[in-house]
């Protein structure tokens, strides 16, 4: 089994940053893509980062690109997610998602093997 345990969550006002942070464990894998999704209430889960296991392939959504950054630790196996400018449209609960395998991709909800828990972020305006 997996775990994907997320951290880093709270309330910012609108222009601030918080910090995200996902630790795997268990039986993880043995390479794969890590990354972050979020759910605001009423809409579908959608797509923010992922980055694979070499790191050599990250991608963002658009609505998030040059405010966002995401990052790994493979020894540590933990991925972040720094968020920077952040806006109240941001205000979402934000879960870390798993891909195994050393070329794995995750581009949508559907490429998702485990999920974390989720944790809240609330930007006030």
């Known amino acids: 089994q997996v775990q994907l345990v997320e951290s880093g969550g709270g309330l910012v006002q609108a222009g601030g940053s918080l910090r995200l942070s996902c630790a795997a464990s268990?039986?993880?894998?043995?390479?794969?893509?890590l990354g972050w999704f979020r759910q605001a209430p009423g809409k579908e889960r959608e797509f923010v980062a992922a980055i694979t296991w070499s790191s050599s392939w990250i991608l963002y959504a658009d609505s998030v690109k040059g405010r966002f950054t995401i990052s790994r630790d493979n020894p540590k196996n933990t991925i972040d997610l720094q968020m920077n400018g952040l806006k109240p449209e941001d205000t979402a609960v934000y879960y870390c998602a798993l891909r195994r395998g050393f070329s794995a991709q995750l581009k949508g909800v559907r490429d998702v093997e485990y999920w974390g828990q989720g944790t809240q972020v609330t930007v006030s305006s």
């Open positions: 268990g039986r993880t894998y043995s390479g794969g893509a």
